[in-house]
């Protein structure tokens, strides 16, 4: 189609120019919506994975081949053994930042008369403090300082059921893996503040060496947890870590973060057909306007259709003029609604908008919607096809009309 | 013995209205030569427009044959239709049928846009059909800043800028005055007297009964008579 056709579709959406810009602002909100919504999603997707690979202490484990497909508790008693060994081997791939043995267990921890049940993480501090979030949930007191000494931190949840502050002596009980019963007792350095509730009321964190000691499993480790350098590609790094670890004969398997994240994995899934069903009613509210525009347009115009039918205008070019006009709508829709959308972002990220905590955490965070380009190129796709889409029914309606009954259409 | 423009055999159309079927035209048979200037003439509802849309390739026949320059177009689909009526036949409306937010000369240009033909000749020729029509100075203004008179102007401008063979006009003064109506048929003798363009009327305006050579009249969709007074030139 030449440009002139282009230039006569683009006056005829402003003969009822009213019509137009209402329609056009509908395109605008849904292109808004749509890239707003994907800004957001993504922000709470980045947060999610940020928190979900800090909370596992990196993006792969290194763990016994034997505890795959077992439950925590199983595979807290399936061990890594030559754990020093193995995380100085793993440390030194090239893709890997840093590595670090953990120890995980469980049972009670004790004060005076209270003894309430905990998950517990055997680390070290230094690298626990650079690669997770425990150093940042510090709400009193410091982060583990001495790798050897007997100190511990606590969730927030977890202190009060115990009524214990920092500075006080708790005494932290397991059962071995060979099933015999230690304590050790410790001091609290620190109480934590988690953002999930339910780990907060669990969390307890020993060094990893009088963890060690107290499941009588020294030099050994439940997971190595690994620090991939920026900008590594996540499942390459497992595959040239398990080619390693396979030609080590360590009997040791590599899971990637998202294999050991089933709530991430689940939240994402939930999203997306949150953000598909909103995707389809906004399509249909766009589809139904736009057609109710085009309709009337062709139904108003159509002694002019009859005319260009008579003057020799072929049903195709009938069509085709439609079908611009509805393609245009999209386009200029689309346009200001990118313009819109950067406007609002930039407005609501200057805003600090705090939010509350979500179901289960105990902090909300500062609402930033982030600019995903891909979602303003779908945007502009999505309300372009779906301009045309409306556009067609109308348009192949005025290609068909009998000349003769267009001519004399009152 | 030459080709005739137009030829016409038996032509019938009937309009299912209802239960009922309406004959619109019944056995239409004339010829049409090149440069002629008839009418059809008669009264409401005595199948005028219904012929001319025949003839014009607007409507198909129930019935007969249409032959355009000796080709037999009574069968062609729309798309030889569409082409037919582009390049060889020129329409003028009882109300002139422009497009509102195209210029005047826009609006010439129209009728030759739809044959693809480049900007710069489009542009160049519906200039020269304007200035044919009195209209120079005007390519700009669009229809609603235009008087009656000069909207049916532009419109005919639009009929004859492809050089038709055949330019068909559907009561093409009703909706002027007395004036305006004249002036309009000055027009048409005009292009037809320097151009040689053919033109068919359908019209019960006397104004334009009177002035044009052949009179094909019609009554209940039947010609009645076809007659070229004495005198009057073809």
């Given at each position: 189609?030449s ?19 209402l ?13 707003m919504t ?9 947060g ?40 100085r ?36 501090p230094?690298l ?8 940042e ?5 410091a ?27 708790v ?10 019963l ?22 307890l ?5 009088p963890?060690?000691?107290?499941l ?32 080590g ?32 009613v906004?399509?249909?509210?766009v ?31 009938v ?61 502009f ?30 | 013995?030459?080709v ?39 009264p ?5 427009t ?93 229809p ?89 030139a073809?």
């Open positions: 189609m440009l002139r056709w282009w230039r006569l579709a683009a006056r005829n959406l402003f003969r009822h120019g009213r019509r137009t810009v329609t056009g602002s509908i395109v605008v909100v849904g292109f808004v919506a749509a890239t994907a800004g957001f999603v993504a922000q709470t997707f980045r999610l994975k940020d928190i979900t690979i800090r909370g596992q202490g990196g993006h792969l484990q290194v763990v016994s081949a034997a505890s795959v497909g077992k439950s925590d508790e199983e595979a807290a008693t399936l061990l890594l053994d030559h754990a020093g060994e193995l995380t081997s793993v440390a030194t791939s090239p893709d890997v930042l840093q590595a670090m043995p953990r120890l995980a267990f469980f049972g009670l921890v004790a004060r005076g008369e209270r003894s309430v049940g905990y998950m517990g993480t055997g680390t070290v230094a626990e403090k650079s690669a997770t979030l425990t150093a949930a510090v709400a009193e007191g982060f583990l300082a001495d790798p050897e000494g007997d100190e511990v931190m606590l969730g927030g949840g977890l202190a009060r059921s115990l009524g214990a502050k920092t500075g006080d002596l005494t932290v009980m397991t059962t071995t893996p060979d099933g015999g230690n304590a050790i007792d410790a001091t609290v350095v620190a109480i934590l503040r988690w953002p999930i509730k339910e780990l907060d009321d669990r969390l964190f020993l060094p990893y060496a963890a060690a000691r107290l009588k499993a020294e030099g050994k480790a439940t997971s190595i947890a690994v620090t991939l350098k920026p900008g590594v590609d996540l499942e390459k790094a497992a595959g040239a870590l398990r080619a390693r670890l396979h030609r004969g360590a009997g040791a398997a590599v899971k990637t973060w998202i294999e050991s994240a089933p709530f991430y994995v689940a939240v994402r899934r939930l999203y997306a057909a949150i953000f598909l069903f909103t995707g389809l906004l399509a249909t509210v589809i139904l306007a736009a057609a109710n525009t085009m309709t009337m347009s062709v139904f108003e115009r159509t002694r002019e259709i009859g005319t260009l039918l008579a003057i020799g205008m072929e049903r195709r070019q069509r085709n003029l439609f079908l611009a006009e509805g393609l245009l709508m999209g386009l200029g829709g689309s346009l200001a609604g990118a313009v819109g959308s950067l406007l609002i972002r930039a407005a609501i990220n200057a805003a600090e908008i705090n939010l509350p905590p979500p179901p289960g955490a105990t902090s909300g965070g500062v609402l930033h919607v982030e600019l995903i380009p891909a979602a303003f190129l779908v945007g796709v999505l309300m372009t096809v779906t301009l045309l889409a409306a556009s067609w029914w109308p348009a192949r309606r005025a290609a068909r009309l009998d000349p003769v009954e267009a001519l004399t259409h009152v | 013995m030459s005739p423009l137009l030829a016409a055999r038996g032509l019938t159309r009937i309009y299912a209205s209802g239960q009922e079927r309406v004959v619109g035209v019944r056995e239409a048979t004339l010829s049409f030569a090149a440069g002629e200037l008839a009418v059809l003439a008669g409401s509802g005595s199948g005028k219904t012929l001319l849309n025949l003839l014009g390739l607007l409507d198909r026949p129930d019935a007969g044959r249409l032959e355009l320059l000796g080709e037999d177009v009574s069968t062609l689909d729309d798309r030889g239709r569409a082409r037919l009526r582009r390049e060889k036949l020129g329409f003028v409306f009882q109300s002139h049928q422009l497009v509102p937010v195209l210029s005047a000369e826009e609006n010439v240009a129209l009728a030759l846009w739809i044959r693809g033909l480049p900007e710069v000749d489009c542009r160049t020729r519906a200039r020269a059909a304007l200035a044919s029509v009195g209209l120079s100075g005007m390519e700009g203004r669009r609603d800043a235009m008087s009656g008179g000069q909207r049916q102007r532009v419109a005919v401008a639009r009929a004859i800028v492809g050089e038709p063979a055949l330019v068909l006009a559907d009561e093409p003064t009703a909706s002027l005055d007395s004036e305006t109506a004249a002036r309009l048929l000055d027009l048409f003798d005009a292009l037809h007297a320097e151009k040689g363009i053919a033109f068919l009327f359908s019209s019960h305006d006397p104004r334009i009964v009177e002035r044009v050579p052949r009179r094909i009249r019609l009554v209940d969709g039947l010609i009645v008579s076809d007659e070229t007074p004495a005198g009057g073809s």
